[in-house]
């Protein structure tokens, strides 16, 4: 009997035309040195945010990373009609009422005033979206309670809300959470062990960061042609390249934040992987619109342990002699996986199989499937053996 999936590996080619997907604190191509020598690199929290957007789309449920959490359960209560000044020290003492420690906004026309009920969570909280209407209901129940306290205006101040039923709410989570994962020490049990390892996507081959000079016309200026040259101009960073990309989902995992559902499982998979494949981060997107495609995706069902193939680049792939880095890095990165699969043992890997624009057959892949969704399918059905569905046609 063969060994039960545990971890599904999803690869991608993907070359991306003219942009800046990802940018540094000075508005530079983020870069890495691999294989001495520099390749553009956009960060596994820039593409994850990207996929963690489609995906929450998808399967219609969000989760909510802030530190200002009582100010949205504020905007909540004044929705309910709740007075503008009570709305706002309900929202403070949500806030002020975990152990997670807090301190007071500053006022913006003055840094050394503080700003009552305006509480900012040291640490970034993250929950369902749901988790404002449960904390508004809260304060709802309590609204004496609060009508009769004080404003919170320092940190030492405590709120009149019960502590163990916010946190209850802090602990909360559902299917982005559960397979993003949550860091959140402050609160006792509310951290969650991502199920899903992203990596930093690279190019396969060396690239250069371009600098583009922009200028912009002054419509009046040129209408009147009174005056000479631009109203603004500037520069920044591009690059151009063909990407690896690289994640991989411990089944293990998932089913311990979930329990042992196999349907709710591939319930939250078939978007996930959906939402890898086809996101793309936003940055410079009115000014480059690189909304490619991969050009090819590779998802192997394993038992033993993940396996990137990112080794395969670490030597950059040469361009064709006619141009081009996309042929050359799906040849390299399949040769590698043949070899690396072969050197550790066929037998542990359950499935696997590959979809692409290319009409090139491809070994050390295995099975090609004419559409992503088809391959999705195919992986789920393998990881997955008692609630297999049909590929879609």
């Known amino acids: ?121 040291n640490a970034m909280v993250y929950v369902p979206e749901s988790a404002i209407a449960e904390l508004a209901a809260l304060a709802e129940e309590h609204r004496e309670a609060l009508e009769n306290a004080k404003d919170i205006t320092k940190p030492a101040d405590k709120s009149v809300l019960p502590k163990d039923r916010i946190e209850t709410v802090l602990r909360s989570r559902n299917g982005v959470i559960n397979l993003f994962g ?49 109203g ?3 520069h920044a960073e ?6 690896y990309r690289y ?12 329990g042992d559902d196999p349907q709710a499982a591939r319930e939250l998979l078939n978007p996930f992987l959906g939402a890898f494949i086809e996101s793309l981060p936003q940055a410079k997107k009115n000014s480059t619109a690189a909304h490619t495609i991969p050009g090819l995706v590779h998802i192997s069902v394993r038992t033993d342990r993940p396996l990137s193939y990112a080794a395969a680049f670490e030597k950059p792939v040469r361009a064709a002699t006619d141009g081009g880095y996309a042929a050359a890095s799906v040849e390299q990165l399949a040769a590698y996986a043949q070899a690396a699969n072969k050197l550790l043992g066929t037998g542990r890997v359950l499935n696997h199989g590959w979809a692409s ?34 590929a879609t046609a």
């Open 182 to 230: 949550r860091m959140l020490a402050e609160v006792d049990d509310a951290g969650v062990d991502g199920a899903v390892q992203v990596a930093h996507a690279l190019t396969t081959h060396e690239t250069d960061v371009e600098l583009d000079y922009f200028s912009a016309v002054d419509d009046i200026t040129a209408s009147w042609s009174d005056a000479t040259g631009s």
């Open 357 to 390: 624009v290319d009409t090139k057959d491809l070994t050390g892949l295995g099975n090609r499937r004419d559409s992503f969704d088809d391959l999705i399918t195919d992986a789920l059905n393998t990881a997955f053996p008692h609630h297999a569905t049909e």
């Open 1 to 121: 009997m063969p060994a039960p999936a545990r971890f599904i590996d999803i690869h991608v080619v993907q070359s991306v035309p003219f942009a800046n997907l990802n940018r540094d604190d000075t508005n530079s191509v983020k870069t890495v040195q691999y294989g001495n020598t520099l390749r553009t690199r956009v960060s596994s929290q820039s593409w994850k945010r990207a996929m963690r957007e489609l995906f929450q789309e998808r399967i219609g449920q969000a989760a909510l990373r802030t530190r200002r959490i009582g100010e949205r359960v504020s905007r909540e209560l004044q929705d309910r009609d709740w007075p503008q000044d009570l709305a706002q020290r309900a929202g403070g003492h949500i806030a002020a009422g975990s152990s997670i420690k807090f301190e007071l906004a500053k006022k913006p026309d003055d840094a050394k005033q503080t700003v009552a009920n305006k509480v900012l969570t």
């Open 247 to 258: 994640a991989t989902v411990d089944l293990r995992d998932l089913a311990g934040n979930i």
């Open 232 to 234: 603004h101009m500037g």
């Open 238 to 243: 591009f690059s151009a390249g063909t990407f």
